[in-house]
């Protein structure tokens, strides 16, 4: 499959909402055993703040859903423990509270 097929493939799976056969597709895992290796199974985000936990997935960083593209692209790809994952999609967007009174 080339990048054409792999990104008509990756668009028609996220309109059907089934891209988690994507994830289940043998490049993809291959591809995430080498990434984890190449990383040295290290959570690049803790590692970043001199900490260590083990990675156990591979992360992104240009969302497959929005950079379909990018999907199979190691430079696109890190890997995080599941708490850095977590929080990286997750974040809740801190708004400046109004405390007027109108009174």
């Given amino acids: 499959m080339n990048e054409k097929e792999l990104t008509l493939w990756i668009n028609n799976l996220t309109k059907a909402n089934r891209i988690?056969?994507?994830?289940?597709?043998?490049?993809w895992k291959h591809l995430r055993r080498e990434v984890l290796s190449d990383q040295r199974g290290e959570c690049q985000m803790c590692k970043d703040k001199g900490m260590f936990e083990p990675a156990t997935m591979v992360h992104h960083i240009k969302y497959v859903r929005?950079?379909?593209?990018l999907a199979l692209t190691k430079s696109n790809l890190m890997s995080l423990c599941s708490n850095c994952h977590y929080?990286?999609?997750h974040t809740i967007e801190q708004k400046k509270q109004?405390?007027?009174e109108k009174w």
């Fill in 66 to 69: 929005k950079h379909p593209e």
């Fill in 20 to 27: 988690v056969l994507f994830y289940k597709n043998k490049r």
């Fill in 98 to 100: 109004l405390n007027e």
């Fill in 87 to 89: 929080l990286i999609h």
